[in-house]
Every structure is written in C-alpha cells, then in structure tokens.
C-alpha cells in the first residue's frame, strides 16, 4: 500500500559525497519517522540516521558530523546527506517509513536498497 522509492547511490572517492532520496507514494494518510539504515556484506543492517515528523533527528556514532537527514513532509522525501565518506561506508542503503494509511492503519515499508560504495 506504501511504496517506497530510493535513488542517488553510486560509486564515489573517499572524501567525497552523495545525497540519497526516498520518496513515499500510496495511500498516505501520515508519516511520523523516516530512516535509513544499511547493511554491508556479512553484517546486519544498522540504523544511519533517523527524523520524527517534528525534525527530531538522531545518527549512528559512525556517522555523526558526516550524514545531515532531512526530509520534505509536502513530499513525502527523506534526504540523506553524506559527506566525507570512508570505505567503511560502503552499504546497501536502505529507506524507512512508519506512518499511517488513509484506512488510518499504520504501516512500515521499507525500500529496495541502493548501493554506495566508497572507493578510489
């Protein structure tokens, strides 16, 4: 019923930086926090960053200083800022909603991944 939609991965230096995008589509009635997460070979997934409906944010102690979340409400998008990569960033990013439908039954959906990979 909610779809979420990630772009913006790719293969960048050390050093440098990318911005992901996750835009949510379907039956929307409200979404209160927006995530990403990632997941590198032979790890589990971890929480990047998160952002209440309110702006509230919090970061992984890996990423702080680095990755800026933010997200557009009128959109329904969660951005996801990264700078000053590290190899050890390299992941398959993954995109987080938690909301409500118009059915007013809460939801999680989750995107399908992009690649980022930090290499010279």
């Known amino acids: 019923q909610v779809q979420l939609v990630e772009s913006g991965g790719g293969l960048v230096q050390p050093g440098g930086s990318l911005r992901l995008s996750c835009a949510a589509s379907?039956?929307?009635?409200?979404?209160?926090?927006m995530a990403w997460y990632r997941q590198a070979p032979g790890k589990q997934r971890e929480l990047v960053a998160k952002i209440t409906s309110g702006d509230s944010t919090n970061y992984a102690d890996s990423v702080k200083g680095r990755f800026t979340i933010s997200r557009d409400n009128a959109k329904n998008t969660v951005y996801l800022q990264m700078s000053s990569l590290k190899p050890e960033d390299t992941a398959v990013y993954y995109c987080?909603?938690?909301?409500?439908?118009?059915?007013?039954?809460?939801?999680?959906?989750w995107g399908q991944g992009t690649q980022v990979t930090v290499s010279s």
């Open positions: 987080n909603a938690n909301g409500t439908t118009w059915g007013r039954t809460p939801f999680t959906s």
């Open positions: 379907g039956r929307i009635f409200s979404i209160s926090t």
